[in-house]
Structure formats: C-alpha cells, structure tokens
C-alpha cells in the first residue's frame, strides 16, 4: 500500500492510481490485454478512438515496422459510440481504472453527437481525438491550425459536460499556439503527442507502402521530439499535460513528468511488450528509490 | 495464451532462405493452424513476428520461415540455448473438428508449415486427407507428411519436381468434403472461387503484418461479410466464403 500512494495522481479531479494510460487505438477497450494480465494495473484506459457511426477503417497495408518505431494506419475503425456504450463500457467501467473515451470526428456536428451520447454515460474523460493522421476528411484537420482547433473545441466544449482532454497532433502548425488555443476554448487537459503524419515507399512495387499514401510514426523514434513538445507545452499552459510519445520505460515516464506531465500514455510499448503495463508500476517504484524522490509527483515539471 | 520465455534448441536454414527454429515448448494448449507472436530481441525491433506453429510435441515447438526482413533475419542468428520470448498461442485454427470425410489441404510456399500437424490432426481424427503442395522452384518439408496423409500433389514454378506449374491446376474441389488452404492470396482466391463452384465448404488462413498480436490494435483486420474480423484473433483462419477480397 506504501508503493501505490507514491504514484498516484489527478487529473480534473479524476484520480489516477498511477500515471500510466494505456493510449487510444494500442489497447482495445482491454478485453484482450486482460486475457493477458489483470488491467486494473493501469492508471487509465482510453478506448479506442471512437467516431459517432462505426468505421472500417482503411483498406491495404496498416502496420509496418520503422527504425526504432512503427508506422499505422488503421484508420479509426470502431464499432461507434453506440455500440461502445452498450457492448464496450459497462465491461471497462468494472475494471477499477479511468475510462477515457476517444471522441474523433469528421465535422462538427458528428464530434457534438458523439459527446451528447457520451455526457450521458460514466465514462470518466472525455478525449477529443482532433489529431488521428489517417482519416482523409478529419481527425487531424482540426489539429493543423490554431483556430480551426479553437473552433470546433468551443463547440464540444458548449456540449459536454465530463472533463474534457484534448489530443493534440505534433502536426501541428505551432504546437504551443495549438495548445493555447484549446485552453482557451475550454479544454481542461491536453494529451500529446498523437502520430507524426510519416511516408514510406516500397521501391519494387514502386508505390506508397500505404493505401492512404501518409500514415502515422510511433514508437521510441518520436520521444524526443514528442518530450520537446511537452515541454514547450508544460510551459505555456496551466491546464495538466498528458505526455504521450515512445514512452517504453520507468526512465521515460519520469523524464515526462519532470517536463512538466501529470501522466503519460503508453501505445506502441505495448506491441513491443506486451507484459509493460504490468511491469512499469513496479519498475516506477524501483526508480523512485533509487532516485530518492518519495512521491512521483515531486519531480513533476522540475525542467 | 501466455508470454513465456523460451530456449532455442535448434535453428536450421532448409534451403535458401526458409529456416526451421525448434524452441522449449510454452505451456498450455496449441492447436493446428494457431500461431505465436515471436521476439528474439530488446530495444532494436519494436514489433514481435507473428509465425504459424509448424510442428510441437510435448517438449518442443518448432516454426519455419522465410527470411523477409529485419525481424526473420535477426531470428536466422539465434543459436541453441538463445533465449526468445513467446507469446501465445494466438488466433483460432483450423476447424478440424468441424469437418469429417475427405479433406483436401492445400499450402503454398511458407503457407505449407501450418498444414503439417493439421494434416496429423485430421488423420488421427479418421478423415481421409490428401495435402496439395505448391512451390515456386525448390521443394521443401514435404516428406513428412508422408506420415500424416493419404495421398500428396506437389508442383513448382519451375518444373523441378511434380507437375510444373500451379498447385490450383492440380485440385478437383468437387471430390472434396472440406478444402483448407494456406499460402499467398492470389492461390487462395482461385481456391475459393473453385470450391464456390462446387459447392465445397473452405477454410482459408490469411497473412497479415500484425502490432499487438492479440485483437487490440485492429492492423490485421480482414474485410468479411461478417464485418471486419481480426486475422489475430477471429483467424487466422476464416471461412472462405466470408471473405472480401478489395
């Protein structure tokens, strides 16, 4: 009980035993991963990034490997808010872990829909998806420019009533305008960073790897550009930062939070591990001792 | 399914690239047609390999592949009593259980390896079994499922050995109670289109790159009547007829 008191901590009043999230489109809804080992391991859960009617995402190749990271474009398939209420919810919420609910959307009234079914569920967090690079006519269009993100979460924001987190693109125009811009339409959280928007051509087919010709890099190739960001973010907003970016490690999470994160987001970690939401809180500990920092708290935004 | 540390016992190039690794054998129960997501390094690859169980018994595992890229190539280098971790075994299987009579299996290339302990499967399940083997040029794995089968059809490409040409040219689905089938898409298709014709019931088990392995991160799926299906965790195996092919 000693361990667990040194890592947990709050975002909007939401209380997080640790500070570990299992990001949007990496876990499912964690049905699976709980064949694996019991979830509740995890701070949170975000689900996977939902859109007011299921989609089947895109056709052709959606995964490859990069150096020291992956390449996806799995284009938001999910089953719809609807079918996630009835079907994916009830089991997430018995979980004992924050629900975190990821909200993408095509136009703003599909994002306003979306949230009015979501307001009247017990999900925990809202997480506005407006930087999903794989989406031809969404997702990241909101999250390029500053105004056009400052637009559409006013409106979401006029519309929900459960704390809202929004998920920033590192491709956006100027990452900290981007991040002012939601706060001061009304985000209370931010999370970020979402894929880098990323090429790859097979030379013997002579065409694009991907169908949508653009896909989205993860993985430990992002973290430093992923930490810069952050940290440019911690800096010029008040609202609490979730970092998300390669983050495969103990040693990661800390260099997060002394950036300045309240939590951090695990996505591709758990394709190269897939035992590392088990095994971090424990690794965390082990780092605290030797760090000497009693609680994880302690050396959060300390750069 | 568990994610187990195992040893290598044996790894062996076969012939040009296609290798067999032999590995201690995880716990629990494996059946014909699953596969395992293999890792064999740390930081250096962030993805694990999804491989098709080739052969087991009760101590050993064994997979074949072919060498395609930087995660089959690192696994070439394990030598006996290299550690590589397991994770599995994943994915449905071949419904062996579910068909009785005269079944026709049919493999091509590095689709051949999961039909092995099927082709065991259905014998000692009492159905009379002919396996279909199509290679491209050289032949390998084959001279075990003598053991395994009634009757054996092999082609390559290249007229080496069997008949030249197709292993589709070979196959009358119409003599058939059941077709399973593994290996690339385009002999798959022609298979299916076959059995449509004759009314033959098929089962077909698709390869996808895979992230997570195990039905979270929706990169495999496969676009069916039934909606989409995780290659992962709904098949690899699928019934070939609810297949949609863009």
């Known amino acids: 009980m000693m361990n667990s008191n040194r890592l947990n901590v709050s975002i909007n009043n939401i209380d997080f035993k640790n500070p570990l999230i299992a990001a949007s489109g990496s876990f499912g809804f964690g049905r699976e991963y709980n064949e694996l080992y019991p979830i509740d391991c995890w701070g949170g859960i975000s689900s996977k990034g939902l859109t007011l009617n299921g989609r089947e995402g895109n056709p052709g190749m959606r995964i490859i490997e990069t150096p020291s990271g992956i390449m996806n474009s799995v284009g938001l398939q999910n089953p719809g808010v609807k079918n996630f209420i009835a079907n994916e919810l009830p089991w997430m919420k018995q979980q004992n872990t924050v629900i975190l609910a990821n909200l993408g959307g095509s136009c703003p009234e599909d994002y306003v829909t979306g949230v009015e079914l979501l307001n009247e569920t017990d999900i925990d967090i809202l997480e506005l998806n407006i930087s999903c690079p794989n989406v031809k006519s969404g997702g990241m269009a909101f999250g390029i420019k500053a105004n056009v993100a400052h637009d559409i979460v006013s409106q979401v924001r006029k519309a929900c009533k459960k704390p809202l987190m929004v998920k920033l693109s590192p491709n956006a125009e100027n990452i900290i305008e981007m991040a002012k811009a939601c706060q001061d339409a009304g985000a209370e959280s931010l999370s970020l960073v979402n894929t880098f928007k990323a090429m790859s051509i097979d030379i013997r087919r002579r065409k694009p790897v991907f169908e949508n010709v653009y896909a989205g890099l993860s993985g430990k190739a992002i ?39 309240a939590a951090v987001q695990i996505a591709t970690g758990n394709f190269s591990d897939p035992m590392i939401g088990q095994q971090l809180p424990q690794q965390l500990i082990q780092l605290l001792d030797e760090l000497k920092i009693n609680h994880i708290n302690d050396i959060k935004g300390i750069i | 399914m568990e994610y187990t540390l195992q040893k290598v016992i044996t790894n062996k190039r076969l012939l040009g690239d296609i290798f067999t690794i032999e590995v201690s054998r995880p716990a629990g129960e494996i059946r014909p047609g699953q596969f395992f997501m293999l890792k064999a390094w740390n930081d250096e690859l962030s993805l694990m390999r999804p491989i098709s169980v080739y052969r087991f018994d009760e101590q050993t595992l064994t997979f074949m592949y072919r060498i395609i890229g930087k995660g089959t190539q690192w696994l070439s280098q394990l030598k006996r009593n290299d550690k590589i971790k397991l994770l599995g075994a994943l994915g449905n299987g071949f419904p062996c259980e579910e068909v009785h009579g005269h079944i026709a299996l049919v493999g091509g290339g590095v689709g051949i390896p999961p039909l092995y302990e099927t082709a065991k499967k259905l014998t000692s399940l009492g ?104 290659a992962c965790k709904d098949g690899p195996v699928f019934n070939g007829n609810d297949l949609i092919f863009e």
């Open chain 2, 127 to 230: 159905n009379r079994v002919d396996v279909y083997l199509g290679y491209k040029d050289a032949l390998f794995a084959f001279e075990e499922f003598e053991d395994v089968c009634d009757n054996i059809f092999i082609s390559s490409e290249a007229g080496f050995e069997g008949y030249k040409g197709f292993i589709t040219d070979l196959l009358h689905t119409e003599n058939y109670d059941a077709v399973f089938t593994c290996g690339p898409l385009i002999m798959m298709k022609k298979i299916i289109d076959q059995c449509r014709q004759s009314n033959t019931p098929v089962w077909c088990s698709m390869e996808k790159h895979m992230g997570c392995g195990i039905g979270a991160c929706l990169v495999c799926s496969c676009k069916t009547t039934l909606g989409m299906k995780r």
């Open chain 1, 223 to 261: 973290k430093p550009i992923a930490l810069r960001m952050v940290h440019e973010v911690c800096h010029n907003v008040t609202i609490p930062v979730v970092g998300i970016g390669g983050i495969t490690t103990a040693e990661d999470v800390i260099e997060f939070m002394m950036a300045g994160c």
